[in-house]
Protein backbone atom coordinates (compact mmCIF):
# COMPACT_ATOMS: atom_id res chain seq x y z
CA UNK A 1 0.00 0.00 0.00
CA UNK A 2 0.89 3.67 -1.13
CA UNK A 3 2.05 6.15 1.44
CA UNK A 4 -1.08 8.55 0.32
CA UNK A 5 -3.62 5.42 1.17
CA UNK A 6 -1.79 4.99 4.39
CA UNK A 7 -2.28 8.29 5.20
CA UNK A 8 -5.86 9.06 3.56
CA UNK A 9 -6.84 5.60 5.82
CA UNK A 10 -5.55 7.44 8.81
CA UNK A 11 -7.73 11.01 8.09
CA UNK A 12 -10.49 8.59 8.48
CA UNK A 13 -9.49 7.90 12.19
CA UNK A 14 -8.67 11.21 12.63
CA UNK A 15 -12.37 12.21 11.56
CA UNK A 16 -14.15 9.54 13.82
CA UNK A 17 -11.92 10.34 16.59
CA UNK A 18 -12.34 14.42 16.29
CA UNK A 19 -16.27 13.82 16.94
CA UNK A 20 -15.80 11.88 19.83
CA UNK A 21 -13.22 13.84 21.69
CA UNK A 22 -15.26 16.77 22.82
CA UNK A 23 -17.34 14.05 24.84
CA UNK A 24 -14.68 12.55 26.96
CA UNK A 25 -12.56 15.01 27.00
CA UNK A 26 -14.84 17.76 27.65
CA UNK A 27 -18.33 16.64 27.98
CA UNK A 28 -17.92 14.18 31.21
CA UNK A 29 -16.05 16.48 32.99
CA UNK A 30 -19.25 19.32 32.72
CA UNK A 31 -22.11 16.98 33.01
CA UNK A 32 -20.18 15.32 36.43
CA UNK A 33 -18.58 18.64 37.98
CA UNK A 34 -20.92 21.36 36.64
CA UNK A 35 -24.14 20.09 36.09
CA UNK A 36 -23.88 18.05 39.14
CA UNK A 37 -24.64 14.56 37.46
CA UNK A 38 -24.00 11.47 39.05
CA UNK A 39 -20.73 10.28 37.20
CA UNK A 40 -22.47 6.69 37.05
CA UNK A 41 -25.65 8.35 35.12
CA UNK A 42 -22.94 9.55 32.64
CA UNK A 43 -21.23 6.54 32.30
CA UNK A 44 -24.18 4.58 31.28
CA UNK A 45 -24.72 7.49 28.57
CA UNK A 46 -21.43 6.42 27.37
CA UNK A 47 -21.97 3.20 27.19
CA UNK A 48 -25.12 3.03 25.41
CA UNK A 49 -23.11 3.29 21.87
CA UNK A 50 -21.02 0.09 23.56
CA UNK A 51 -24.13 -1.66 23.79
CA UNK A 52 -24.71 -1.61 19.73
CA UNK A 53 -20.75 -3.45 19.72
CA UNK A 54 -22.63 -6.66 18.87
CA UNK A 55 -23.76 -5.75 15.25
CA UNK A 56 -20.05 -5.38 14.51
CA UNK A 57 -19.07 -8.58 13.11
CA UNK A 58 -22.46 -8.58 11.26
CA UNK A 59 -21.85 -5.40 9.74
CA UNK A 60 -18.67 -6.54 8.63
CA UNK A 61 -19.86 -9.55 7.45
CA UNK A 62 -22.84 -7.77 5.43
CA UNK A 63 -20.09 -5.10 3.63
CA UNK A 64 -18.03 -8.63 3.04
CA UNK A 65 -20.93 -9.86 0.44
CA UNK A 66 -22.88 -6.88 -0.37
CA UNK A 67 -20.72 -4.27 -2.17
CA UNK A 68 -22.78 -1.07 -2.95
CA UNK A 69 -21.59 0.82 -6.11
CA UNK A 70 -18.78 -1.27 -6.80
CA UNK A 71 -17.27 -0.41 -3.21
CA UNK A 72 -17.14 -2.62 -0.15
CA UNK A 73 -16.11 -0.33 2.20
CA UNK A 74 -16.77 3.11 1.41
CA UNK A 75 -20.78 3.55 1.52
CA UNK A 76 -20.78 2.19 4.94
CA UNK A 77 -17.81 4.16 6.08
CA UNK A 78 -19.72 7.04 4.75
CA UNK A 79 -22.71 6.43 6.52
CA UNK A 80 -21.09 5.38 10.12
CA UNK A 81 -19.09 8.67 9.63
CA UNK A 82 -22.67 10.74 9.24
CA UNK A 83 -24.29 9.04 11.90
CA UNK A 84 -21.00 9.22 14.49
CA UNK A 85 -20.97 13.38 14.20
CA UNK A 86 -24.61 13.51 13.81
CA UNK A 87 -24.90 12.16 17.47
CA UNK A 88 -22.16 13.56 18.53
CA UNK A 89 -22.92 17.28 17.67
CA UNK A 90 -25.86 16.65 19.97
CA UNK A 91 -24.83 15.44 23.19
CA UNK A 92 -24.06 18.49 24.46
CA UNK A 93 -27.66 19.88 23.78
CA UNK A 94 -29.14 16.92 25.40
CA UNK A 95 -27.09 17.36 28.68
CA UNK A 96 -27.88 21.26 28.45
CA UNK A 97 -31.47 19.41 28.80
CA UNK A 98 -31.51 17.33 31.33
CA UNK A 99 -30.17 20.45 33.57
CA UNK A 100 -33.36 22.45 32.67
CA UNK A 101 -35.69 19.38 32.35
CA UNK A 102 -34.66 16.05 33.58
CA UNK A 103 -36.91 13.04 31.90
CA UNK A 104 -37.36 14.84 28.42
CA UNK A 105 -33.48 15.85 28.77
CA UNK A 106 -32.37 12.04 29.67
CA UNK A 107 -34.91 11.06 26.64
CA UNK A 108 -32.98 13.35 24.21
CA UNK A 109 -29.36 12.06 25.68
CA UNK A 110 -30.44 8.48 24.96
CA UNK A 111 -31.38 9.52 21.19
CA UNK A 112 -28.32 11.37 20.64
CA UNK A 113 -25.93 8.89 21.91
CA UNK A 114 -27.70 5.64 20.62
CA UNK A 115 -26.62 7.30 16.84
CA UNK A 116 -23.50 8.56 17.23
CA UNK A 117 -23.07 5.08 18.81
CA UNK A 118 -24.46 3.09 15.83
CA UNK A 119 -22.62 5.65 13.38
CA UNK A 120 -19.42 4.84 15.43
CA UNK A 121 -19.90 0.77 15.41
CA UNK A 122 -20.41 1.17 11.41
CA UNK A 123 -17.68 3.15 10.78
CA UNK A 124 -14.54 1.65 13.43
CA UNK A 125 -15.07 -2.25 11.54
CA UNK A 126 -15.81 -0.59 7.78
CA UNK A 127 -12.45 1.48 8.10
CA UNK A 128 -10.31 -1.21 9.64
CA UNK A 129 -11.45 -3.62 7.08
CA UNK A 130 -10.63 -1.41 4.56
CA UNK A 131 -7.21 -1.51 6.26
CA UNK A 132 -6.95 -4.80 6.20
CA UNK A 133 -8.35 -5.25 2.63
CA UNK A 134 -5.53 -2.37 1.56
CA UNK A 135 -2.27 -3.89 3.82
CA UNK A 136 -0.83 -6.93 3.43
CA UNK A 137 0.50 -9.09 6.32
CA UNK A 138 3.81 -7.31 6.33
CA UNK A 139 2.27 -4.12 6.53
CA UNK A 140 -0.24 -4.17 9.08
CA UNK A 141 2.19 -2.97 11.75
CA UNK A 142 3.03 -0.06 9.35
CA UNK A 143 -0.68 0.97 8.75
CA UNK A 144 -1.81 0.42 12.02
CA UNK A 145 1.21 2.54 13.31
CA UNK A 146 0.42 5.54 10.60
CA UNK A 147 -3.19 5.61 11.40
CA UNK A 148 -2.98 5.73 15.43
CA UNK A 149 -0.04 8.32 14.92
CA UNK A 150 -2.48 10.14 12.71
CA UNK A 151 -5.16 9.81 14.90
CA UNK A 152 -3.43 11.01 17.91
CA UNK A 153 -1.86 13.89 16.52
CA UNK A 154 -5.80 14.87 15.87
CA UNK A 155 -6.77 13.97 19.60
CA UNK A 156 -4.36 16.14 20.79
CA UNK A 157 -5.14 19.14 18.26
CA UNK A 158 -8.70 18.79 19.34
CA UNK A 159 -8.12 18.62 23.11
CA UNK A 160 -6.05 21.62 22.56
CA UNK A 161 -8.53 24.14 20.63
CA UNK A 162 -11.08 23.16 22.39
CA UNK A 163 -9.80 24.02 26.00
CA UNK A 164 -8.41 27.09 24.71
CA UNK A 165 -12.43 27.93 23.07
CA UNK A 166 -14.20 26.68 26.69
CA UNK A 167 -11.49 28.67 28.88
CA UNK A 168 -14.30 30.43 29.94
CA UNK A 169 -17.27 27.84 30.09
CA UNK A 170 -20.95 28.59 28.66
CA UNK A 171 -23.49 26.62 27.37
CA UNK A 172 -23.52 28.21 24.07
CA UNK A 173 -19.78 27.89 23.90
CA UNK A 174 -19.72 24.19 24.32
CA UNK A 175 -22.68 23.56 21.66
CA UNK A 176 -20.90 25.70 19.31
CA UNK A 177 -17.27 23.81 20.14
CA UNK A 178 -19.43 20.53 19.58
CA UNK A 179 -20.48 21.95 15.74
CA UNK A 180 -17.39 22.96 14.73
CA UNK A 181 -15.64 20.19 15.85
CA UNK A 182 -18.31 17.95 14.14
CA UNK A 183 -17.78 19.95 10.39
CA UNK A 184 -13.80 19.69 10.42
CA UNK A 185 -14.58 15.84 11.11
CA UNK A 186 -16.60 15.50 8.13
CA UNK A 187 -14.14 17.43 5.73
CA UNK A 188 -11.31 15.52 6.77
CA UNK A 189 -13.66 12.09 6.49
CA UNK A 190 -14.46 13.34 2.92
CA UNK A 191 -11.22 13.94 2.03
CA UNK A 192 -9.56 10.87 3.18
CA UNK A 193 -12.49 8.49 2.00
CA UNK A 194 -13.68 9.70 -1.40
CA UNK A 195 -11.94 7.73 -4.25
CA UNK A 196 -9.72 5.95 -1.75
CA UNK A 197 -10.85 2.15 -2.49
CA UNK A 198 -10.59 0.86 -5.50
CA UNK A 199 -14.24 0.53 -7.63
CA UNK A 200 -15.31 -2.84 -8.99
CA UNK A 201 -15.41 -4.73 -5.51
CA UNK A 202 -17.57 -8.19 -5.44
CA UNK A 203 -19.14 -10.10 -3.32
CA UNK A 204 -16.98 -11.69 -0.91
CA UNK A 205 -15.60 -15.71 -1.16
CA UNK A 206 -16.34 -16.57 2.41
CA UNK A 207 -19.35 -18.68 3.01
CA UNK A 208 -22.20 -16.50 4.55
CA UNK A 209 -23.13 -17.48 7.92
CA UNK A 210 -26.09 -17.12 9.94
CA UNK A 211 -25.84 -14.90 13.80
CA UNK A 212 -25.39 -18.44 15.14
CA UNK A 213 -22.37 -19.68 13.24
CA UNK A 214 -20.84 -16.13 12.46
CA UNK A 215 -20.49 -16.21 16.63
CA UNK A 216 -19.54 -19.94 16.39
CA UNK A 217 -16.91 -19.37 14.02
CA UNK A 218 -15.23 -16.91 16.20
CA UNK A 219 -16.47 -18.29 19.96
CA UNK A 220 -15.55 -21.89 18.33
CA UNK A 221 -11.54 -21.11 18.34
CA UNK A 222 -10.31 -21.18 21.63
CA UNK A 223 -7.36 -18.99 20.72
CA UNK A 224 -9.63 -16.55 19.63
CA UNK A 225 -11.83 -16.77 23.12
CA UNK A 226 -8.48 -16.34 25.18
CA UNK A 227 -7.95 -13.16 22.70
CA UNK A 228 -11.53 -11.81 23.13
CA UNK A 229 -11.23 -12.01 27.01
CA UNK A 230 -7.83 -10.63 27.15
CA UNK A 231 -8.61 -7.83 24.93
CA UNK A 232 -11.20 -6.78 26.86
CA UNK A 233 -9.95 -6.88 30.44
CA UNK A 234 -7.15 -4.79 28.78
CA UNK A 235 -8.77 -1.97 26.93
CA UNK A 236 -11.69 -1.80 30.26
CA UNK A 237 -9.07 -1.10 32.13
CA UNK A 238 -7.40 1.20 29.99
CA UNK A 239 -9.54 3.09 28.01
CA UNK A 240 -12.67 2.89 31.60
CA UNK A 241 -10.24 6.23 32.87
CA UNK A 242 -11.65 8.51 29.92
CA UNK A 243 -14.78 9.20 31.83
CA UNK A 244 -12.91 9.80 35.10
CA UNK A 245 -10.02 11.78 34.86
CA UNK A 246 -11.03 15.03 34.12
CA UNK A 247 -13.88 15.30 36.90
CA UNK A 248 -10.75 13.83 39.15
CA UNK A 249 -8.40 16.94 37.93
CA UNK A 250 -11.72 19.01 38.66
CA UNK A 251 -12.31 17.33 42.30
CA UNK A 252 -8.82 16.57 43.63
CA UNK A 253 -6.59 20.14 42.09
CA UNK A 254 -9.07 22.30 41.45
CA UNK A 255 -8.84 22.37 37.63
CA UNK A 256 -10.32 24.34 35.43
CA UNK A 257 -12.28 23.12 32.43
CA UNK A 258 -9.48 24.37 29.98
CA UNK A 259 -6.69 22.41 32.05
CA UNK A 260 -8.67 19.13 32.32
CA UNK A 261 -9.22 19.63 28.88
CA UNK A 262 -5.46 19.66 28.38
CA UNK A 263 -5.23 16.46 29.85
CA UNK A 264 -5.98 14.75 27.28
CA UNK A 265 -3.58 16.30 25.11
CA UNK A 266 -1.18 15.41 27.69
CA UNK A 267 -1.95 11.78 27.14
CA UNK A 268 -2.23 12.11 23.06
CA UNK A 269 1.68 13.21 23.17
CA UNK A 270 2.96 10.59 25.57
CA UNK A 271 0.95 8.02 23.44
CA UNK A 272 2.47 9.73 20.30
CA UNK A 273 6.06 9.00 21.82
CA UNK A 274 5.08 5.93 22.34
CA UNK A 275 3.50 5.45 18.95
CA UNK A 276 7.33 6.71 17.33
CA UNK A 277 9.49 4.66 19.47
CA UNK A 278 7.70 1.53 18.79
CA UNK A 279 7.64 1.84 14.93
CA UNK A 280 10.92 3.32 14.75
CA UNK A 281 12.68 1.20 17.68
CA UNK A 282 10.94 -1.21 19.68
CA UNK A 283 9.45 -3.13 16.44
CA UNK A 284 12.46 -4.18 15.74
CA UNK A 285 13.87 -5.75 18.55
CA UNK A 286 10.69 -6.67 20.64
CA UNK A 287 7.38 -9.03 19.17
CA UNK A 288 3.85 -8.12 18.92
CA UNK A 289 3.24 -9.77 21.99
CA UNK A 290 6.23 -8.99 23.81
CA UNK A 291 5.45 -5.37 23.00
CA UNK A 292 1.93 -5.76 24.33
CA UNK A 293 3.34 -6.82 27.80
CA UNK A 294 5.20 -3.57 27.86
CA UNK A 295 2.40 -1.59 26.99
CA UNK A 296 0.40 -2.97 29.29
CA UNK A 297 2.91 -2.64 32.43
CA UNK A 298 3.71 0.84 31.50
CA UNK A 299 -0.09 1.29 31.45
CA UNK A 300 -0.23 -0.10 34.98
CA UNK A 301 2.65 1.89 36.36
CA UNK A 302 0.46 5.30 35.26
CA UNK A 303 -2.25 4.25 37.26
CA UNK A 304 -0.23 3.33 40.28
CA UNK A 305 0.52 7.50 40.01
CA UNK A 306 -2.48 8.44 39.57
CA UNK A 307 -3.88 6.71 42.42
CA UNK A 308 -0.99 8.32 44.74
CA UNK A 309 -1.44 11.49 43.51
CA UNK A 310 -4.87 11.62 45.25
CA UNK A 311 -3.93 9.73 48.64
CA UNK A 312 -0.91 12.07 48.74
CA UNK A 313 -2.72 15.54 47.85
CA UNK A 314 0.29 15.62 45.19
CA UNK A 315 -0.48 17.30 41.92
CA UNK A 316 2.61 17.01 40.62
CA UNK A 317 2.50 13.45 40.64
CA UNK A 318 -0.91 13.33 38.64
CA UNK A 319 0.14 15.06 35.25
CA UNK A 320 3.03 12.64 35.35
CA UNK A 321 0.79 9.79 36.21
CA UNK A 322 -0.96 10.51 33.04
CA UNK A 323 1.75 11.11 30.72
CA UNK A 324 3.12 7.48 31.58
CA UNK A 325 -0.41 6.37 30.83
CA UNK A 326 -0.47 7.17 27.82
CA UNK A 327 2.92 6.22 26.64
CA UNK A 328 2.12 2.87 27.79
CA UNK A 329 -1.40 3.18 26.14
CA UNK A 330 0.69 3.99 22.56
CA UNK A 331 2.49 1.11 22.79
CA UNK A 332 0.07 -1.41 24.06
CA UNK A 333 -2.66 -0.12 21.21
CA UNK A 334 0.10 -0.51 18.05
CA UNK A 335 0.98 -4.26 18.96
CA UNK A 336 -2.58 -5.48 19.88
CA UNK A 337 -4.23 -3.64 16.72
CA UNK A 338 -1.46 -5.41 14.88
CA UNK A 339 -2.06 -9.00 16.75
CA UNK A 340 -5.72 -8.46 16.30
CA UNK A 341 -5.84 -7.78 12.25
CA UNK A 342 -2.98 -11.09 12.50
CA UNK A 343 -6.07 -13.08 13.61
CA UNK A 344 -7.99 -12.97 10.67
CA UNK A 345 -8.15 -15.34 7.58
CA UNK A 346 -8.68 -13.82 3.62
CA UNK A 347 -12.29 -14.30 3.01
CA UNK A 348 -13.97 -13.19 6.70
CA UNK A 349 -12.10 -10.23 6.95
CA UNK A 350 -14.90 -8.27 8.00
CA UNK A 351 -16.39 -10.97 10.25
CA UNK A 352 -13.21 -11.17 12.64
CA UNK A 353 -12.59 -7.42 12.33
CA UNK A 354 -16.02 -7.02 13.92
CA UNK A 355 -15.45 -9.42 16.36
CA UNK A 356 -12.45 -7.41 18.20
CA UNK A 357 -14.43 -4.88 17.48
CA UNK A 358 -16.67 -6.02 19.83
CA UNK A 359 -14.28 -6.33 22.34
CA UNK A 360 -12.79 -2.99 21.86
CA UNK A 361 -16.78 -1.68 21.98
CA UNK A 362 -17.69 -4.12 24.78
CA UNK A 363 -14.50 -3.08 26.62
CA UNK A 364 -14.47 0.56 26.53
CA UNK A 365 -18.71 0.10 27.71
CA UNK A 366 -18.29 -2.42 30.65
CA UNK A 367 -15.16 0.00 31.70
CA UNK A 368 -16.88 3.26 31.75
CA UNK A 369 -19.92 1.93 33.64
CA UNK A 370 -17.66 -0.06 35.75
CA UNK A 371 -15.30 3.21 36.54
CA UNK A 372 -18.47 5.45 37.60
CA UNK A 373 -20.78 2.97 39.54
CA UNK A 374 -17.42 1.89 41.31
CA UNK A 375 -17.01 6.10 41.81
CA UNK A 376 -20.28 6.77 43.07
CA UNK A 377 -20.29 3.38 45.45
CA UNK A 378 -16.96 4.45 46.80
CA UNK A 379 -17.52 7.84 47.33
CA UNK A 380 -20.35 7.16 49.33
CA UNK A 381 -18.81 4.42 51.41
CA UNK A 382 -15.41 6.10 52.00
CA UNK A 383 -17.21 9.48 52.40
CA UNK A 384 -14.77 11.42 49.98
CA UNK A 385 -15.49 11.81 46.32
CA UNK A 386 -11.84 11.36 46.08
CA UNK A 387 -11.25 8.23 47.55
CA UNK A 388 -13.40 6.96 45.19
CA UNK A 389 -11.76 7.91 41.96
CA UNK A 390 -8.53 6.38 44.12
CA UNK A 391 -10.14 3.17 44.25
CA UNK A 392 -11.00 2.74 40.38
CA UNK A 393 -7.46 3.73 39.23
CA UNK A 394 -5.93 0.82 41.84
CA UNK A 395 -8.44 -1.21 40.83
CA UNK A 396 -7.97 -0.88 36.68
CA UNK A 397 -4.25 -1.07 37.48
CA UNK A 398 -4.55 -4.47 38.92
CA UNK A 399 -6.96 -5.51 35.61
CA UNK A 400 -3.92 -4.50 33.59
CA UNK A 401 -1.78 -7.00 35.86
CA UNK A 402 -4.32 -10.05 35.14
CA UNK A 403 -4.46 -9.02 31.97
CA UNK A 404 -0.67 -9.50 31.30
CA UNK A 405 -0.95 -13.54 32.60
CA UNK A 406 -3.80 -14.01 29.98
CA UNK A 407 -1.31 -12.92 27.11
CA UNK A 408 0.77 -15.62 27.91
CA UNK A 409 -1.54 -17.73 26.42
CA UNK A 410 -2.06 -15.87 23.56
CA UNK A 411 -0.90 -18.32 19.74
CA UNK A 412 -1.80 -16.43 16.56
CA UNK A 413 -0.22 -19.80 14.85
CA UNK A 414 -2.16 -21.73 16.86
CA UNK A 415 -5.40 -19.97 16.02
CA UNK A 416 -5.31 -19.70 12.03
CA UNK A 417 -4.64 -23.43 12.46
CA UNK A 418 -7.74 -24.06 14.97
CA UNK A 419 -10.02 -21.70 12.44
CA UNK A 420 -9.03 -23.82 8.95
CA UNK A 421 -10.72 -26.72 10.74
CA UNK A 422 -13.97 -24.56 12.45
CA UNK A 423 -14.76 -23.20 8.88
CA UNK A 424 -14.21 -26.68 6.94
CA UNK A 425 -16.96 -27.92 10.08
CA UNK A 426 -19.15 -24.70 8.83
CA UNK A 427 -18.77 -25.61 5.37
CA UNK A 428 -19.62 -29.20 5.38
CA UNK A 429 -22.71 -28.28 8.23
CA UNK A 430 -23.71 -26.01 5.54
CA UNK A 431 -24.08 -28.14 3.04
CA UNK A 432 -25.74 -30.98 5.32
Not at 2 to 15: D, E, M, P, Q, S
Request: a neutral charge.
Amino acid sequence: MTVVKNIRLGLIHVAVAISLVPITGVLNRIMIHELGLMASLVAGLIVLPHLLSPLQPFLGQYSDHHPLMGYRRTPYIALGLVLCVGGAVLTPMAALAMDTDFWPGLLFAIVAFLTWGMGYNLSVVSYLSLASDLSGEQQRSRTIAVMWFMMITGVIGTAIITGRALEHYTPEGLVRVFMVCGAVSLVIGAIGLVGLEPRGAVAGTGARHSAREAVGAVLGNPQAQAFFVYLMLLLAAILGQDVLLEPFGAQAFGMSVRETTQLTATWGGATLLALLLQGLVLSRYLSKRAGASLGAAVAATGFLLIALSGILGAERLFVPGIAILGFGTGIATTTNLAMMLDMTTPSNVGLFIGAWGVADAAARGLGNLMAGVLRDIMSATLGSATGGYIVVFLIEGLMLCVALVLLRRIDVSAFRGEQQSITTLIAVAGDA
